[in-house]
């Protein structure tokens, strides 16, 4: 990842995280102005259901019950007060926590215990000492409730108990969800954002590698075509010397005629190298026998061999195989093949040459048994200019796969470490 792409993740993360967190606290601003709003509402009107009871009433209730008329008025009262602001319940306990009345159970046995002095105990406790409270959270049959409670300043005690519904519940629960569907719509538009934007910075980053590859492709051109034609000069006037040594001399005759046809050789690579440089690839119309460039180069290359005391196995046949590219191409990538092979073997080293054919594709396989590649190395050949030998150029090996990938065939290599390399040419028959 470059650092475009780095920054962009990071803004899209925090743009992400920002809309989540911003959806978060806004839900938990409403839910808790909500809260309080509710709360408030039910105290005062606790204060105020508790301001209007009478003592006298409440005495009468606790010592009379239904027999009395305190209690009657007492139920009026609560009745009209839930009925007037829709409260869920409304009841006034006594000093012990006992019922007095309860507008949803209605009249009850005098001395009943009340559900909400069992449940919310302390807050009542507080209630009785003086003070007006919020209850903890009731839940009704699966159904939230809220509810507080105030004492009654005509007989200290006695509280009175409100109880509302949360009939805000589901507006809230609507607003959280349109709120998490919001969020969501957000991230995943940043995300497509982000990924829009590391797309189209990947691909800038491809093309501006392939752009400063080819240029330097194209460096090698021109270097190629300039070397190229400062080694012909020379060559032909090697050429002409040997021819004339050859005359002068019969006993050299041999000789020169070897350093002529060599001169001819390199001329003949030099011109092709030319044409590369110039204009791409080698004449493709142009046919050449594999097997035979192939015996040639062998023989060529007898002697190196047995200098240096490593075996060449040659193929047991070589028939004449047509394919498309000419003969001093073919000799070249058999060259720059054995010659590698050659370079990397130890004194007393082989390698085995083999030829297959079927109707339509040649196969050339030369397997040494020399120290091998490195698995980073043999992922960088073929690489212009890439070597590992001091004296070397690091084209051989590309400009074969070139010649030989013209020609519509492929050229493979395959090594392990210490076991040795094999290379396998695969041309299609013309
Ligand atoms: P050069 O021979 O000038 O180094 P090449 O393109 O011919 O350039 O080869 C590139 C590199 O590939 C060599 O430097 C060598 O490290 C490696 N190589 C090629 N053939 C073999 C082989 N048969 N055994 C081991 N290494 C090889
Ligand atoms: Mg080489």
């Known amino acids: 990842m470059n650092r475009a792409q780095a920054t962009t993740l990071a803004f899209a993360l925090a743009a992400a995280a920002a809309t989540v967190v ?10 808790s102005a909500f809260e ?50 829709g409260l869920a319940n409304a009841a006034v306990l006594d000093d012990s926590g006992r019922v007095l009345y309860d507008v949803r159970s209605g009249l ?12 919310a105990h302390d807050a009542l406790a507080r209630a009785r000492a003086g003070h007006t409270v919020s209850l903890p959270a009731l839940n009704r049959e699966g159904r939230e409730t809220r509810a507080a409670a105030a004492p009654v300043p005509a007989a200290p ?21 349109d709120l998490a569907l919001l969020a969501a719509v957000s991230v995943l538009g940043v995300a497509a954002l982000a990924g829009l934007v590391l797309r189209a910075n990947a691909s800038q980053w491809a093309l501006e590698r392939r752009l ?21 000069n020379p060559l032909a006037i090697i050429r002409g010397s040997a021819k004339r040594l050859g005359k002068l001399d019969e006993s050299s005759q041999r000789m020169a005629d070897s350093v002529v046809e060599e001169v001819d050789r390199l001329s003949e690579t030099v011109n092709r190298y030319l044409q590369f440089a110039r204009a791409g690839a080698p004449g493709a119309e142009a046919t050449g026998d594999a097997a035979a460039t192939l015996a040639a180069t062998l023989d060529l290359l007898a002697g190196e061999f047995a200098a240096k005391r490593c075996a060449l196995e040659r193929p047991a046949e070589l028939p004449v195989t047509r394919v498309r590219l000419d003969d001093a191409s073919l000799k070249q990538v058999w060259l720059n093949l054995l010659q590698n092979a050659l370079e990397a073997l130890p004194e007393g080293g082989s390698v085995r040459v083999s ?48 010649l030989i990938q013209g020609a519509g065939g492929t050229l493979e290599l395959e090594s392990r470490e210490g076991e040795g390399t094999t290379v396998r040419v695969e041309l299609p028959t013309a």
């Open 22 to 31: 911003t959806a978060f606290v806004a839900y938990r601003g409403v839910r």
């Open 36 to 85: 309080r709003e509710s709360a408030n509402r039910l105290q005062q009107l606790a204060e105020l259901a508790a301001s209007q009871l009478s003592g006298a009433d409440l005495a009468d209730a606790r010592d009379l019950g239904p027999e009395g008329t305190g209690l009657l008025n007492v139920q009026a009262q609560l009745d009209a007060l839930t009925a007037a602001t």
């Open 108 to 119: 009850v046995e005098p001395g009943t215990p009340s559900a909400y002095d069992s449940l």
């Open 157 to 177: 005690g006695a509280v009175i108990v409100t109880e509302a519904a949360l009939g805000w519940a589901a507006q809230l629960a609507r607003l959280r969800r």
């Open 212 to 232: 400063s590859r080819s240029e330097n492709l194209a460096a090698m051109g021109r270097m190629t075509a300039i070397l190229a034609h400062e080694i012909k």
């Open 355 to 402: 030829f297959a054919r079927t109707s339509d594709r040649a196969q050339v396989r030369m397997a040494d048994n020399g120290p091998g590649i490195a698995a980073d190395v043999l992922a960088r050949l073929g690489e212009p200019f890439f070597t590992t030998r001091a004296q070397g150029t690091g084209l051989g090996l590309h400009l074969s796969r070139q």
